[in-house]
């Protein structure tokens, strides 16, 4: 039987994604209840990050252990990996040891190199391309909120990075309208765009994505590997902020997210992410709840 991986939003089908998004929302509320379960007993994840990370490292460590699993961190400077090792030998022999891996990396291609190479299911934890395990917290959180977000309007505000490239796959997928608005030399990838068709569109004004949505998205300005840009984005990215006048477009029922951290009074302002409309803290706890569900899924496969 073929491996089963998680390297893009795009490896699962529109409805397993709603599944997903439905057992997240059972295992919160189990959690919530007291109630336990061992439905990762005996299972090991190995978690190679070469970029920092609070809420990832924290979401699957806790999602193992608390479901009768354990998890093995690895950063450059504690594998082979650091001093040179292929990608592919280490993949070869990692997978022959632990049950699942998590790679949180740069390069798309590298992620995709060590899962051709991988016994077991490899799950993206982000890449400069795509961020498909925020994007199962995010849409668990507004379908907890709002209900299902078959078609809304989300407006994506900022840089078309990786975690934009991932909600242009979730409109794919959950049939919403996305509107993203970002300057010019900052827009999101060109055939990613395409694919997904006319549910997405791309403009320069972030008060037009805004108007009469129901979700208003952001991310910091420089990810990590881009702070010698930091100035020139910061320019670049002045007119997106996410403040409370960009908010009053949206409806007035609007959500607000961002995937965390937060550089506050430069991509969001301190009232947006302190307001009422902003579900960031329910967002970053599902990252625990929903990768309780991915892992569970690509276990069982």
């Known amino acids: 039987m073929a491996v089963r991986h998680f390297l893009s939003l795009l490896d699962l089908s529109a409805a397993e994604f709603r599944a997903l998004i439905k057992r997240a929302i059972e295992l919160r509320e189990e959690r919530r209840h007291g109630l336990s379960h061992d439905i990762l007993r005996h299972q090991v994840l190995g978690m190679i990050f070469e970029k920092s990370s609070t809420r990832t490292r924290v979401a699957f460590e806790g999602a193992m252990l608390q479901c009768g699993g354990s998890a093995i961190f690895l950063s450059p400077r504690d594998t082979q990996l650091g001093r040179g ?3 592919q030998d280490t993949a070869r022999v990692l997978s022959r040891m632990v049950d699942i891996i998590t790679i949180r990396t740069y390069e798309h291609s590298k992620l995709e190199l060590f899962a051709a190479h ?3 299911p490899v799950i993206n934890a982000l890449t400069d391309r795509e961020h498909p395990c925020q994007l199962l917290a995010d849409m668990q959180t507004y379908f907890e909120q709002r209900g299902d977000i078959r078609g809304k309007s989300v407006a994506w505000l900022g840089d078309g990075n990786n975690m934009c490239h991932s909600y242009i796959h979730a409109a794919q997928l959950l049939d919403f309208d996305l509107r993203i608005a970002c300057p010019a030399g900052y827009v999101p990838d060109t055939e990613i765009v395409r ?10 004004d972030p008060f037009a994505a805004a108007r009469g949505a129901d979700l208003l998205v952001t991310d910091v300005w420089a990810s990590m590997g881009q702070e010698e840009e930091e100035q020139a984005r910061r320019h670049a990215f002045a007119p997106y902020q996410v403040t409370a006048a960009v908010m009053a477009e ?3 029922d609007a959500l607000f997210m961002h995937c965390l951290p937060a550089h506050r009074g430069e991509e969001v302002s301190d009232e947006v992410l302190e307001g009422p409309q902003s579900v960031v803290w329910d967002e970053a706890e599902n990252r625990l709840h929903s990768q309780k569900a991915l892992l569970e899924l690509l276990l069982r496969a």
């Open 118 to 120: 991988s016994r077991v």
């Open 85 to 87: 090792e292929p990608i």
């Open 250 to 252: 949206a409806k007035a």
């Open 195 to 204: 694919a997904a068709g006319a549910r997405v569109s791309v403009n320069d």
